[in-house]
């Protein structure tokens, strides 16, 4: 049976998609921490208690917004690992930074909403967890389907680490060594990283464009990893 | 000519203290953009206009917590570097990088005010990038002081990053070859990306606790400069 939607239906899919463009708008304006339904309606012009059929909560809209930034950086490495379908691991592993980047500095407020500094008084939930994968789960996917060249010797992983990567791999990357999965993982913190004390203007005086620091760094992490 | 301090000067001290430190507690509570003045003067029992005069405006007080946060993280990483003083620069390394992240955790409001989501409306001004420049160079000293042993061929840095990398080293670190400065911008990056990781709750369900991980990342962002 096919899934016909109602005018009703539509309607309030066009009104959820407004109300998360003005909070967008509002979060770049002011900052998360600030962000009000109350001043949403305002501006849509609604009664604050349409406006709560829609979303229940403060909490509930920044949890909407963080899906949906999640969501857009992964379609964003999905569509770079689309791209780059034929390419090398090299290649789509470049492709994939670049996108991430693009994507962050398209979309700054939405990056630190992710990344950034926590909202005062906000938990992210469950909901969350399978979309913030997606990025990592791209950068995995491309090591894992990689035929790794031997890197150059790392320290041993101490402690509770080897424990922690096994089961990370057995559950995110199956098949890939502990060791491999570290370097990944250092690698994806180096382009949170970058993209971070790029966007939040370290990199200023020093960087600046950053651009050819950062593709040094994509060749530099997949060089480490074996890529 | 000893200074002396005047009584008025120490009590202007001591006031200046209790403002910030009011501050910090609203950091902490509501964040950075809901820091006012005027909830600073209410809780402390001050006339706004009183409280005008120690700062006159809230992006002041942000400046001040601002450079006091990398102050206090500056003097971690130095007193790390004093401890260890008769070390190798392997184990000065590691000092540092768990000093900071000790700091982090310690302080996350604050951390978060120097490399999280920058705050709407505010730009640091010129006074904030002398204290900003501590824990890079406390990091660059130990490089610079180093015998660096021969790393893993890197991939050459492309276009602009030479001239930018002797540019930066010409200013911060005198002597470093460019290559061993990138691979130092590389590991401080690593390190506040990582503790930003950490600290916003990245790691959750996969590295918790990050103890090892992090001091995995410290001995492999050491051994790639060659420490």
């Known amino acids: 049976m096919p899934a016909i939607r ?25 900052g998360a921490q600030q962000l009000s339904l109350r001043a ?9 208690s349409a406006l709560y059929r829609y979303f229940a909560s403060r909490d509930e809209l920044l949890t909407a ?12 490495a999905d569509q770079a690992l689309a791209a780059t379908e034929d390419g090398t691991p090299r290649e ?18 939405e990056y630190g909403l992710v990344f950034g500094t926590p909202i005062p008084g906000y ?18 996917g491309i090591v894992r389907e990689a035929p790794l060249r031997a890197t150059p010797t790392a320290p041993a992983p101490p402690g509770d680490l080897p424990g922690q990567l096994t089961a990370l791999a057995a559950a995110m990357a199956p098949g890939l060594p502990p060791l491999a999965l570290a370097r990944a993982v ?8 970058l993209i971070g004390v790029e966007l939040h203007g370290h990199l200023v005086g020093g960087f600046e464009p950053a651009d050819d620091l ?7 992490t997949a060089e480490a990893i074996g890529l």
């Open 123 to 140: 938990a992210a939930p469950q909901a969350t967890i399978e979309p913030a994968g997606r990025l990592p789960l791209a950068l995995l």
């Open 6 to 30: 109602t005018a009703r239906e539509r309607a309030r899919e066009e009104l959820t998609r407004e109300i998360k463009q003005e909070a967008r708008r509002q979060l770049a304006a002011s």
């Open 92 to 109: 789509r592993w470049r492709a994939v930074w670049h996108a991430a980047r693009d994507w962050a500095r398209a979309n700054p407020h």
């Open 186 to 193: 250092s690698a994806w913190v180096q382009l949170i990283g």
């Open 214 to 220: 950062f593709a040094w760094t994509a060749e530099q």
């Open 65 to 76: 917004l963080i899906i949906d930034a999640y969501t857009e950086l992964g379609d964003a």
């Open 40 to 48: 949403v309606a305002r501006e849509l012009g609604m009664a604050s």
